[in-house]
């Protein structure tokens, strides 16, 4: 099953590879994506009771990761319909060619099967691996028009989510010597036969019995090497350039799952830290590093001019109240950061489609230049404003519920200080998003733009962002019970009890 | 064999050999110079892990050694000279710090790792000196990242960083598992190959001798 999952991706991405025309090509993302969805139903469900293994315990999935997988699947498929839209545009336009055409596909494919091969990955050396593999493989989208700026922004992307993840190897490496360590201790294994275990789940076994001391050392370069491809605060700084640079579906790809997976890489080691001795060290250190990329973000969110770099500041905002939730460690603090990935990677993909219509239509990804948005482009204007407002944390919508799980929690554990911060920088970014896309929204529109939305070509891209803003909107008022199972059962596995 | 090691001790003449070539690029300003400086770094790290094979006899370090000096000693140090041979002119990387400054700065760094290690935070492993020096590699292979202007210069930083690592991975336990060994050395190969991809594109987008990071400034805020 598992097995499946991998490959139906690689064969996607190959195919696409090889098919020389348009239609081809996309009739086979779209099915390849399709196909995706339907063989992970299966597994997500299968799951929930039990952990399932593929090839010698390589590969696995609990609870948690099937929420993880969930979250992909929904995504990615919503990428591959409005990549349709997206690319033909610019085809038409003469922007890109054939060649071009193949390539993004088949990069766009492996990108997701490189996230697949994280999620699923029992051993914490392949999961390093995979979320390398999504640098290499998002390096070239990010650099994907040869623009200069794209060029620099990949550069950066690359060099620095290299260089903090090579400190995260070290974190692998040393979680394997304390584990080596238990093993010598308890089964007197001799210095030459040294073995350890690399597998999350035989890890997760013996955590208790590793020394604290290098576990801790471990995490601290974990979450400097994962922290940087999720976008938390002080390695945060490729972000906004290869969010602003990258295809709209890729950057919608990168902030909705990419910068999960890498946080999935975290909470897997912090599972680790909890069975250990002393569990407050993980927690603070979460929450330091959320409160952070709160801060940072609210700052560079007020001061924005271009709605790209905006959302992408917004993106570490909600990474840092993942680290918050994750960081209280209590049930309803796990639980409405969990829940809060899901409803951010809804709203950010619905939002960076509504804004890549948007930026189509005006051709400037610059905040003064827009005006008047829910007149030019009466549909995915006005959801775009919906969106904002979500994004900010408006109440009747989906996003408002896990920060509000999430402060309700903080509050329960008495945590003051995060508490009052929590509050100041969610008010700070609430008053930037709403005055930003307040101005993109209304106001009146120059004259030389034309009103209406796109011809009925493009009605793919529309569809997927009327899907979204509907889930976003059923998400906020109700939690359908299937989700809150899996919820409850994935909370379990990282509070342990 | 093993005797005439103890004896001599080897192994820890060839791991200061391996810190003695990452501080010297900080001297060298040719960058065909650098790239021999770390040949020879891969080597003797990969001399070092035969050594620890030819003590612990496992065939995973033997592998381990093989593929080390197959790709990072070979393949890697070939690759960089082309890309430097395809930018045409000989290189010189300009540096924001003076040669003797940054030296002292690296035998600082050297310092405080060595007293901040000193106490052993780590029991076992086949010796705490490795460890030492392979973090002193990896903090050294940062800040020659950090001063220096050009692209190509970065990526021998990182390639720095990442044999200190290998060599912390060996002082702290003996290596990897060899399917682990192989996959990392693999997305390291793939990741110099897109830097440098990467790096013809930014000399041609920018017009200029070299890829210079001083150029890399349209994007802030």
Known sequence: MIGLLIFIPLITAALCFLVKNRRGIEYINLIGAAALAIAAIFPITASHSATIYFFREMFFMDALSSYFMMVLIFIAFVVAMYSVDYMGREFKKGVIGIPELRQYYAFLHLFIFSMVFAIVSNNIAFFWMAIELTTLVTSLLVGFYRSKESVEAAWKYIILCTVSITFGLLGVFLIYYASTSVYESTYQVSRLGIIGTLKWSELRGIAHEMNPETLKLAFIFIIVGYGAKAGLAPIHNWLPDAYSQAPTPISALLSGVLSKCAFLGIIRIVILGNMSLDTSYYNHLLLIFGLVSMGIAAAFILTQNNFKRLLAYSSIEHIGIMAIGIGIGSFWGVYGALLHLLNHAIVKTLLFFSTGRVRLKYNSPIIDRVRGAIVVLPVSGTIMLLGALALAGCPPFNVFLSEFTILKA???????????????????????????????????????????????????????????????????????GFLDGMLNSSVKIITGN | MKDWMDLLYVMDFVSIGILITAISINSLSQIEAWIKAYMINSWLLSLLIFFVAVKNPEHHLYVASTLTFASKGVLLPFFLKSIVKQMKKVQVVETYLSTSLSLIISGIIIAIVYVSLGKGIFVTGFSSFVLKISVAVILIGLFIMITRRSAIAQILGLLFMENGVFLAGFSLTFGMPSIVELGVVFDLLMIVIIMGVFMVQIKQKFSSDAADMDQLTNLKG
């Open chain 1, 410 to 480: 903080a509050i329960d554990n008495g945590n003051w200080v995060t508490f009052a911060l929590f509050i100041l920088f969610a008010a700070i970014v609430f008053a930037g998003i709403f005055y930003h896309f307040g101005n993109m929204a209304f106001g009146k529109p120059g004259t030389d733009i034309e009103k209406g939305e796109e011809k009925s070509e493009y009605k793919k891209s529309l569809m997927a962002i009327i899907a979204l803003a509907a889930i976003m909107l059923v998400l906020g008022l109700y939690i359908p």
